[in-house]
């Protein structure tokens, strides 16, 4: 049986510590499990020197001295570790841009009359879009419009001969300068991609520093990817302003068919919180009183969230929890990080894993392939084959744990100006700077990133969030990290009164009182999925514009404490090519490449103004970050 101490290791979760002894007691196996099986891991995939990009090998540097130091081929260890990072940092921005490409396809249809479930909803975010890229919005209709801006986004993807739109159009100018001078500066996503997985191939490019100035190139392409994602997701299904719901996994209902939508693409998920209602008689003939009740997991969950309320069961790690519960119905996935032990934990079950994208199927799970011309029908099959389900759940298997945690989420770029905007309506920018200037706000750091089964789920979040509120650093959060301050009811206004300092404290309860919240803001601002770090990035350079230096010179900071994904990777390269101190909680596979770790740590700084802080422990962490914002404030003088 799982003794208090392991559970703690595993999660500082209630309720999915109440799941991992069920499943303890029923020998269902879960992430940590499957981790504790790996023991011990491989020392050389650690350090980031093993190599298997030729049939050679694979070849395994020994960091000590004591073996071999060259490859086969006679990559260094550094080469080795370069090229691997490189690698990592292509498929993660591979995975943005794939994501943000499907967003394209769909405005260009939506635009074509050939996706009629997609209409515009946010018309001004879509002239505000066209406005940036360049292109006139005088003369043509809506239709016209979007789809001169879906042709633009995908013209993004292609190799041009000038920069990515995305790229160079969301910055400040000052990056843009500080790219084009160290030869960074894409001319296109897949392209990007693509050139960084030909010099990372056997016999091209084996020069450490030229290999990470590549990535850095191909980060640049994610930022791109992610912004786009954002932006062609706000237009098709509406901005995001705040909203009420809930989190953890009593928000499952005994007496309701629960459907799951996990992933990251909310091009179905979306239309099936459209539909969910009308499928609720049908609910409640077989049985569950209380009609369909959609529950969100990962970044899927995060979208619906923000623009329909659905609450967030769980994020990332802990997935296979929801299952556990034997009260989820129908799980229905995209893609990207989405566990494959879940077709197994189906089959325990009474559970419908539905797949729904080609790209993205798993064995045990049932397809249903989806299609942007047949939305509505596709989503209200997947709810039938919930309800379906549902009438085979045994009640005898239901345990839902009872916690659940109110939030407040939705804080897109647009819903934090707007609020500003209640206290300055002229100068909706003014109450933040005057606040960062005279000390009421020491600083700014987003948290971003997943959990990661090597650190107790939600720890690092929870512990530097409640260190940094209380010295005065206001808190952005997207994605799984989001997700954890959900779960442990940081993003509320009590939690501003419990852990903000005063001067945060007074400045969220003026900022929330002038926006008629009736109390502050909440201590965390949920700002959306993990492509949605684009948005703090433009409140960055909205302030940087304002104040008229360049990112690298503002206290703005970020940090993953529980790191986990490729995607990971790719996102905090391009925060330190912004010019941020970047926090990662868990050491990256580099420190086999000594001159590599020293780059990515300490030389960075003088060529981007950014760099990465690679700490472990929370509180030390927090600390460097709170020495990296103080640094900053001295530089401008405050």
């Given at each position: 049986?799982?003794?208090?101490?392991?559970?703690?290791?595993?999660?500082?979760?209630?309720?999915?510590?109440?799941?991992?002894?069920?499943?303890?007691?029923?020998?269902?196996?879960?992430?940590?499990?499957?981790?504790?099986?790996?023991?011990?891991?491989?020392?050389?995939?650690?350090?980031?020197?093993?190599?298997?990009?030729?049939?050679?090998?694979?070849?395994?540097?020994?960091?000590?001295?004591?073996?071999?130091?060259?490859?086969?081929?006679?990559?260094?260890?550094?080469?080795?570790?370069?090229?691997?990072?490189?690698?990592?940092?292509?498929?993660?921005?591979?995975?943005?841009?794939?994501?943000?490409?499907?967003?394209?396809?769909?405005?260009?249809?939506?635009?074509?009359?050939?996706?009629?479930?997609?209409?515009?909803?946010?018309?001004?975010?879509?002239?505000?879009?066209?406005?940036?890229?360049?292109?006139?919005?005088?003369?043509?209709?809506?239709?016209?419009?979007?789809?001169?801006?879906?042709?633009?986004?995908?013209?993004?993807?292609?190799?041009?001969?000038?920069?990515?739109?995305?790229?160079?159009?969301?910055?400040?100018?000052?990056?843009?300068?500080?790219?084009?001078?160290?030869?960074?500066?894409?001319?296109?996503?897949d392209s990007a991609i693509s050139e960084l997985m030909h010099r990372t191939a056997y016999g091209v490019d084996a020069d450490p520093i030229n290999l990470l100035m590549g990535g850095v190139k191909c980060a640049l392409a994610d930022f791109a990817g992610c912004h786009m994602g954002t932006d062609l997701a706000d237009i098709l299904f509406g901005t995001p302003k705040p909203v009420t719901s809930t989190a953890n996994l009593g928000v499952l209902?005994?007496?309701?068919?629960?459907?799951?939508?996990?992933?990251?693409?909310?091009?179905?998920?979306?239309?099936?919180?459209?539909?969910?209602?009308?499928?609720?008689?049908?609910?409640?003939?077989?049985?569950?009183?209380?009609?369909?009740?959609?529950?969100?997991?990962?970044?899927?969950?995060?979208?619906?969230?923000?623009?329909?309320?659905?609450?967030?069961?769980?994020?990332?790690?802990?997935?296979?929890?929801?299952?556990?519960?034997?009260?989820?119905?129908?799980?229905?996935?995209?893609?990207?990080?989405?566990?494959?032990?879940?077709?197994?934990?189906?089959?325990?079950?009474?559970?419908?894993?539905?797949?729904?994208?080609?790209?993205?199927?798993?064995?045990?799970?049932?397809?249903?392939?989806?299609?942007?011309?047949?939305?509505?029908?596709?989503?209200?099959?997947i709810i039938r084959r919930g309800i379906e389900a549902f009438k085979s759940r045994d009640p005898k298997k239901v345990n839902i744990p009872p916690q659940q945690s109110t939030m407040v989420a939705g804080f897109s770029t647009e819903a934090i100006v707007g609020a500003l905007a209640k206290v300055d309506k002229d100068d909706p920018l003014k109450p933040l700077i005057d606040n960062i200037v005279n000390g009421n706000i020491q600083g700014v750091?987003?948290?971003?990133?997943?959990?990661?089964?090597?650190?107790?789920?939600?720890?690092?979040?929870?512990?530097?969030?409640?260190?940094?509120?209380?010295?005065?650093?206001?808190?952005?959060?997207?994605?799984?990290?989001?997700?954890?301050?959900?779960?442990?009811?940081?993003?509320?206004?009590?939690?501003?009164?419990?852990?903000?300092?005063?001067?945060?404290?007074?400045?969220?309860?003026?900022?929330?009182?002038?926006?008629?919240?009736?109390?502050?803001?909440?201590?965390?601002?949920?700002m959306g999925s993990c492509v949605d770090n684009a948005r703090a990035a433009d409140v960055a350079v909205a302030v940087a514009n304002k104040l008229g230096v360049d990112l690298d010179k503002l206290p703005v900071v970020a940090s993953a404490p529980e790191a986990t994904t490729e995607k990971a990777i790719a996102i905090g390269t391009w925060a330190v090519a912004a010019g941020l101190p970047t926090h990662v909680g868990v050491v990256p596979p580099?420190?086999?490449?000594?001159?590599?770790?020293?780059?990515?740590?300490?030389?960075?700084?003088?060529?981007?103004?950014?760099?990465?802080?690679?700490?472990?422990?929370?509180?030390?962490?927090?600390?460097?970050?709170?020495?990296?914002?103080?640094?900053?404030?001295?530089?401008?003088?405050?």
């Amino acid at each position: 049986m799982l003794m208090r101490e392991e559970l703690q290791k595993r999660t500082i979760t209630e309720d999915g510590q109440l799941m991992l002894r069920k499943a303890d007691q029923e020998q269902l196996e879960t992430v940590w499990d499957r981790f504790n099986a790996q023991a011990p891991h491989c020392g050389f995939g650690e350090l980031g020197t093993c190599c298997r990009n030729c049939m050679q090998g694979p070849c395994r540097i020994d960091p000590f001295g004591e073996g071999a130091t060259l490859g086969a081929c006679g990559a260094s260890g550094d080469t080795i570790v370069a090229r691997n990072l490189g690698r990592a940092i292509a498929a993660g921005t591979a995975a943005h841009s794939g994501h943000a490409k499907h967003l394209a396809h769909t405005l260009l249809k939506s635009a074509e009359g050939k996706a009629p479930d997609y209409p515009i909803r946010d018309e001004a975010k879509l002239k505000g879009v066209a406005d940036r890229l360049g292109i006139s919005t005088n003369d043509k209709s809506i239709e016209e419009l979007a789809k001169a801006v879906a042709r633009v986004a995908l013209e993004d993807f292609s190799e041009k001969e000038t920069p990515v739109a995305w790229a160079a159009t969301n910055v400040t100018q000052g990056r843009v300068e500080t790219f084009i001078k160290h030869g960074v500066v894409p001319t296109g996503i897949d392209s990007a991609i693509s050139e960084l997985m030909h010099r990372t191939a056997y016999g091209v490019d084996a020069d450490p520093i030229n290999l990470l100035m590549g990535g850095v190139k191909c980060a640049l392409a994610d930022f791109a990817g992610c912004h786009m994602g954002t932006d062609l997701a706000d237009i098709l299904f509406g901005t995001p302003k705040p909203v009420t719901s809930t989190a953890n996994l009593g928000v499952l209902k005994t007496d309701g068919v629960n459907i799951a939508l996990h992933g990251h693409n909310p091009v179905l998920s979306d239309v099936i919180a459209q539909v969910a209602s009308e499928l609720d008689e049908e609910a409640k003939r077989a049985g569950a009183p209380e009609g369909v009740n959609l529950v969100g997991i990962c970044c899927t969950g995060n979208e619906t969230l923000m623009r329909h309320g659905i609450p967030s069961a769980t994020h990332s790690v802990s997935q296979e929890l929801a299952m556990l519960t034997g009260a989820v119905d129908a799980m229905v996935v995209d893609y990207q990080c989405i566990m494959p032990s879940l077709g197994t934990l189906a089959e325990c079950n009474h559970t419908k894993l539905i797949t729904t994208m080609s790209i993205a199927k798993i064995p045990g799970a049932d397809h249903i392939e989806f299609t942007e011309e047949n939305a509505r029908e596709t989503a209200k099959e997947i709810i039938r084959r919930g309800i379906e389900a549902f009438k085979s759940r045994d009640p005898k298997k239901v345990n839902i744990p009872p916690q659940q945690s109110t939030m407040v989420a939705g804080f897109s770029t647009e819903a934090i100006v707007g609020a500003l905007a209640k206290v300055d309506k002229d100068d909706p920018l003014k109450p933040l700077i005057d606040n960062i200037v005279n000390g009421n706000i020491q600083g700014v750091c987003l948290f971003a990133g997943c959990n990661n089964v090597r650190v107790s789920q939600d720890s690092g979040f929870v512990s530097m969030a409640k260190k940094l509120a209380k010295e005065n650093v206001l808190l952005l959060a997207t994605g799984c990290g989001a997700g954890a301050f959900a779960r442990h009811g940081l993003l509320t206004s009590e939690a501003t009164q419990e852990f903000g300092g005063d001067g945060l404290k007074a400045v969220l309860t003026a900022v929330g009182e002038a926006a008629g919240l009736n109390g502050p803001l909440p201590l965390v601002l949920h700002m959306g999925s993990c492509v949605d770090n684009a948005r703090a990035a433009d409140v960055a350079v909205a302030v940087a514009n304002k104040l008229g230096v360049d990112l690298d010179k503002l206290p703005v900071v970020a940090s993953a404490p529980e790191a986990t994904t490729e995607k990971a990777i790719a996102i905090g390269t391009w925060a330190v090519a912004a010019g941020l101190p970047t926090h990662v909680g868990v050491v990256p596979p580099v420190l086999g490449g000594a001159t590599v770790a020293k780059v990515l740590t300490d030389e960075v700084k003088a060529i981007f103004g950014g760099y990465f802080i690679v700490e472990t422990d929370p509180m030390s962490a927090a600390e460097k970050l709170l020495e990296a914002i103080k640094e900053r404030r001295k530089g401008l003088g405050i």
